[in-house]
Nanobody, 117 residues
Framework: QVQLVESGGGLVQPGGSLRLSCAVA????????MGWYRQAPGKERELVAG???????NYVDSVKGRFTISRDKDKKMVYLQMNSLKPADTAVYYC???????????WGQGTQVTVSS
């Protein structure tokens, strides 16, 4: 059974930084991509950043230049470094892993990020 375990959320002041981590517990034989989504109250879930098995990354425009996604293949972990945080970044952040072999999406339980003074 595969589980994604997230950590690193919390309360931070505007302009501050947080680093989210996601660990893959269990076996996934063909990770095609890993990413972070977020969902703010009353809004749809959106892709924040993603990284493919080949190392290509993509970001939603609102976080470009502020957030950095990275992964450790050996440890099966993905990270999201968030700098210059804004109140608009407040949301529940979810880790996502796509199994390219099974064509299946795995999701973490979500971690709350609150940016407020």
């Amino acid at each position: 059974q595969v589980q994604l375990v997230e950590s690193g959320g919390g309360l931070v002041q505007p302009g501050g930084s947080l680093r989210l981590s996601c660990a893959v517990a269990g076996s996934i034989f063909g990770i095609r991509a890993m990413g972070w989504y977020r969902q703010a109250p009353g809004k749809e879930r959106e892709l924040v950043a993603g990284v493919t098995s080949g190392g290509n990354t993509n970001y939603v425009d609102s976080v470009k230049g502020r957030f950095t996604i990275s992964r450790d293949k050996d440890k099966k972990m993905v990270y999201l470094q968030m700098n210059s945080l804004k109140p608009a970044d407040t949301a529940v952040y979810y880790c996502n892993v796509i199994d390219g072999t099974l064509e299946y999406d795995y999701w973490g339980q979500g971690t709350q990020v609150t940016v407020s003074s």
